[in-house]
């Protein structure tokens, strides 16, 4: 189920996107693999000019499931955005009560993005906000609120997904979240035909098929 018009609106809702006994296998999984390699929450903790506070963020390079939880949904993304798509790379982030993400938009490699909420401690809304305006050149930004401009605000709970826009629509959480805690998944994508193609992989050099031999030589 979707809401909205992507290409007219710059993002997508998608409420129930994932099942939550999936969102949240992935969440307790990541949680027993990090436990288990003597990793603690506290100890990924980063600092970020989006953020009032440190927040817990983990990156596909850093756990491999992530990267092929993003490379399996590039055909139900490709789908939606109506382009041919190659995934880049994808982060989770854990929030805590009272966060909010500043106003902002995203490097090259985020053209279309995913948001997706794996679980919370409460199940309250958190929505994600994202700007009326296209961006037609990439800029820094982390602003307390849009200013003037128009946006649309999307309410979600754990399962729910957001496809943006990330490079060409500000976007952000204004409403402190009022959960004590939220987990969340970030996906992106490029479309292979346009001009952010070389973000594709995160710059990996794909090998041929003579290079992918299995058997014995």
């Keep these: 189920m979707s809401n909205g018009n992507y290409w007219d609106d710059g993002y997508l809702a998608l409420p129930g996107f994932l099942p939550t006994d999936v969102t949240h296998a992935f969440l307790g999984t990541l949680k027993s693999d990090l436990a288990r390699a003597g990793v603690s929450f506290d100890r990924l903790k980063r600092g970020s000019n989006l953020l009032k506070t440190e927040a817990v963020e983990v990156y596909g390079m850093q756990y491999m499931p992530m990267i092929t939880f993003l490379w399996g949904m590039t055909s139900a993304v490709k789908n939606l955005v109506g382009r041919e798509l190659r995934p880049t790379y994808c982060y989770f982030r854990m929030y805590r009560a009272g966060d909010i993400c500043r106003i902002h938009s995203d490097r090259y490699a985020c053209e279309h993005s995913l948001s997706l909420l794996l679980a919370a401690s409460d199940g309250k809304a958190w929505p994600l906000e994202v700007g009326s305006q296209h961006i037609e050149t990439p800029r820094e930004r982390a602003d307390e609120d849009f200013g003037n401009e128009a946006y649309g605000s999307v309410p979600m709970l754990p399962g729910d997904a957001v496809l943006y826009q990330g490079v060409h629509r500000a976007h952000g959480r204004l409403m402190p979240n009022p959960n ?38």
């Design 180 to 217: 004590r805690w939220s987990a969340h998944l970030f996906l992106h994508w490029v479309d292979i035909d346009g001009r952010y193609a070389d973000q594709a992989f995160e710059g990996m050099k794909i090998p041929p098929t003579e290079a992918l031999a299995m058997e014995r030589g």
